[in-house]
Nanobody, 123 residues
Framework: VQLQASGGGLVQAGGSLGLSCATS????????MGWFRQAPGKEREFVAV????????DYADSVKGRFTISRDNGKNTVALQMTSLKPEDTAVYYC?????????????????WGQGTQVTVSS
């Protein structure tokens, strides 16, 4: 199983950035897809999750209203659109997959992880 995250970079505060994650998981629509992030010296934290069908989503309070998770089951990809970025959003962002939606805010719910992509927001 492979997950490949891309799209990170450097952006000014208030700006926008889009992340994408391509995966070899099949059948893709059977898997919950999540985004997590990890800042230096901090634990990995939940950002957003989307169900296999795409009908259910959940967001961390810190990103609600600014980030949008979506998926394309025809292309086996999941995206995270980030707007109104803040310096505290700076982190390595990881995509992850799981069969279970319940417990999807926990890193322990996800057996499959991508390699991470760096997002840096300057003030």
């Amino acid at each position: 199983v492979q997950l490949q995250a891309s799209g990170g970079g450097l952006v000014q505060a208030g700006g926008s950035l889009g992340l994408s994650c391509a995966t070899s998981i099949r059948p893709f629509s059977s898997y919950v897809m999540g985004w997590f992030r990890q800042a230096p010296g901090k634990e990995r934290e939940f950002v957003a999750v989307i169900s296999g069908s795409g009908y259910q989503t959940d967001y961390a309070d810190s990103v609600k209203g600014r980030f949008t998770i979506s998926r394309d089951n025809g292309k086996n990809t999941v995206a995270l659109q980030m707007t109104s970025l803040k310096p505290e959003d700076t982190a390595v962002y990881y995509c992850a997959s799981s069969r279970r939606y319940i417990g999807s805010r926990s890193v322990n719910n996800y057996p499959y992880w991508g390699q991470g992509t760096q997002v840096t927001v300057s003030s």
